[in-house]
């Protein structure tokens, strides 16, 4: 069956790959599954049509046959549930990898979102270097946490997961901050992922939209 | 085996069910699975012995014989697998269940959370009514797209799942604020999750830490 997913017609990001769906890509990549785009400009997602497909109105969205899912963990999940290679066998090992995923987008991406929005939205605010200043004290603190939990690993738990897909995508915001540096392991695992085969070809794929030469997948 | 979960020793909303072991409490209540709950103070929470638990030094944590879990999301998902009860048995409606798991925790609570933050935190500082303004503004948008896709339907897909136990938890944080009245299927819906014998039976249980009669669930 076909899988579709929905994107940004024109990515905030200019294709650097911070926009969500890019975390479809890689876990979709990661398993060898190809799968269109469908691009939708910022009005159409808030139309009836797309929030159909997630009443959010936000990207990415997934469709297969009938099944349409929405939220890019939910979505990542899904796909590493259904084919091989994006966790664990072993049930415990399993559910400790879903933990990471959920610590993820629950404990790490909400700081390291706001300080994209705050940069956006309130740089011209009289209180920006403050509210900057009181967001990346709560990021030092999760990633003090995360680099004492990675230690020298290569990925969160064992053996490369989903987990990791959200991990580094969730981190990689953070890339022109000077954060990440402060804490080389992290650093060094945000590289690690991004060297991934999988990872470059849904970069490119995602990139490739933006520049004007939309790809749709493997 | 036995299952202990960790929970605030004195929780700061005073045992309003506000602490994320409420959704962890409820969820075993709903299967039927009686648990331990191990108490820990703020101070606690920080030190070696709780960071072996959960590396971000939070509760709730999960427990049970050799596997140790965190993040309440996926504890909730956790218990949801292993018991009957908590997501659809179809293929199909498990993913869209599951895809609701996401959207409460990674859509709808980060603007809940931070409102309750800013209120505590950031009160005396010269953003705090534009900040309160700009948070209320999003939790608003949510809640619109969240009443039309709940519709006059009682649960958020379908039967009851682990998605509702989230998304009511995350939503009660909102009780006091007047937002929820402003959705009227919204808040019916709230009350409905507090009125399931479940959910008594978790809320009672957190609230006697509190007043000083520890409970240790069903």
């Known amino acids: ?37 469908h691009l939708v400009s910022f009005a159409e997602m808030k139309e009836p049509t ?4 997630n009443p959010f109105g936000q990207i990415p969205t997934y469709q297969e046959g009938d099944l349409t899912l929405f939220e890019s963990g939910s979505i990542v999940f899904h796909i590493a ?3 091989k290679g994006l966790l664990p066998d072993d049930a415990d090992a399993r559910a400790r990898a879903i933990t990471w995923m959920f610590a993820a987008l629950n ?15 309130e740089r011209d605010q009289p209180w920006f270097e403050h509210r900057l200043r009181t967001l990346d004290d709560s990021i030092r603190k999760r990633l003090s946490d995360l680099s004492v939990a990675l230690g020298e690993a290569d990925w969160l738990d064992g053996a490369f997961s ?14 022109g901050s000077g954060i990440l540096e402060e804490f ?20 490119d794929a995602q990139l490739a939209v ?8 493997s």
Chains 1, 2 share one sequence.
């Open 1 to 37: 069956m076909t899988i579709t997913i929905t994107a940004f017609e024109r990515s905030p990001d200019r294709g650097r790959g911070l926009a969500r769906d890019m975390r479809v890509r890689w876990a979709l990549e990661e398993v060898g599954k190809a799968y269109d785009v």
């Open 50 to 53: 797309h929030r159909a497909l």
């Open 81 to 83: 549930e259904r084919h």
């Open 107 to 121: 404990t790490v991406e909400p700081p390291i979102f706001d300080r994209s929005l705050v940069n956006i939205l």
């Open 162 to 175: 989903a987990a990791d897909i959200l991990m580094v995508t969730v981190l990689r915001r953070l890339q």
């Open 184 to 203: 080389p392991n992290i650093a060094a695992y945000v590289a690690r992922g991004e060297t991934r085969p999988a990872y470059k070809r849904a970069f």
């Open 210 to 217: 933006f520049t004007g030469n939309p790809a749709t997948g």
